[in-house]
């Protein structure tokens, strides 16, 4: 495998956007080899020249938040940064992929801690987002907040069968990010930001639950995060 904060090749250009760091690759290994922080190797699965692009932003060194595109079916194993939990959300009409052997389902979120190889199987013009966060910073906001302790084991589980509505605000706060080109280069942005993706990505934990750990404030939440999500972007906007 390859580490994934090395220098990137020639064809790889970079570029920071308003504290989004750009890269983009024609082939596959470079591709892989641009996340930053990630153990990851990738075999392109079909004849033709690759193109891979990828924006990725750190928030601290607590949050990575990431998009990126392949235009070939790829294998990839990957690993993720050690002490933290991946999220990942398939976007687009095409079909989602799959972690190790399960087929993902369109409201599905993959999952999985740092420190441990896993395998993704995606097709071809496949885009997905990405979300990594600290394993305690959010096992101490989801304290906080819901009033109970989530063992990290009950996210070692590949996909999160969360609710519709809560997979979509996490996308949604994520899109915006990426396509409308926020300006996240202040503190009180970042902590902005910061804080939305964390009650969201609570929400979609607590919604993914089984019934016996049943989420305290799930009903305040799902009132609270739709309105979070939609403000922060103005938020944003209005500190630039």
Request: aromatic share 6%; glycine share 8%; hydrophobic share 40%.
């Amino acid at each position: 495998m390859l580490w994934a904060d090395k220098p990137v090749c020639d064809n790889a250009p970079q570029r920071s956007m308003d504290g989004v760091r750009v890269s983009i690759a024609t082939d596959a290994d470079d591709h892989a080899a641009n996340l930053t922080g990630w153990k990851q190797a990738y075999d392109q699965l079909a004849p033709g020249r690759f193109q891979g692009t990828l924006r990725e932003l750190w928030l601290g060194t607590q949050l990575q938040i990431f998009e990126e595109t392949t235009s070939h079916a790829v294998r990839q194993s990957c690993e993720v940064w050690k002490g933290a939990f991946w999220f990942g959300i398939p976007v687009g009409d095409g079909p989602p992929g799959r972690i190790g052997l399960r087929a993902l389902e369109r409201r599905d979120i993959a999952v999985r801690p740092g420190g441990i190889g896993f395998e993704l199987m995606t097709p071809s013009s496949f885009r997905i987002l990405g979300l990594v966060v600290e394993k305690k910073l959010l096992l101490n906001y989801i304290a906080e907040t819901e009033q109970t302790t989530l063992a990290p084991s009950t996210l070692d589980c590949e996909i999160l069968h969360t609710r519709n509505t809560e997979r979509n605000r996490l996308e949604d706060i994520l899109l915006s990010l990426f396509q409308q080109g926020l300006r996240v280069d202040r503190k009180q942005a970042r902590d902005t930001l910061q804080d939305a993706l964390l009650g969201v990505i609570t929400s979609n934990c607590m919604a993914g639950m089984p019934p016996e750990i049943p989420s305290l404030t799930y009903t305040g939440r799902h009132q609270a995060v739709p309105a979070a999500a939609s403000v922060f972007t103005d938020s944003l906007k209005s500190m630039t």
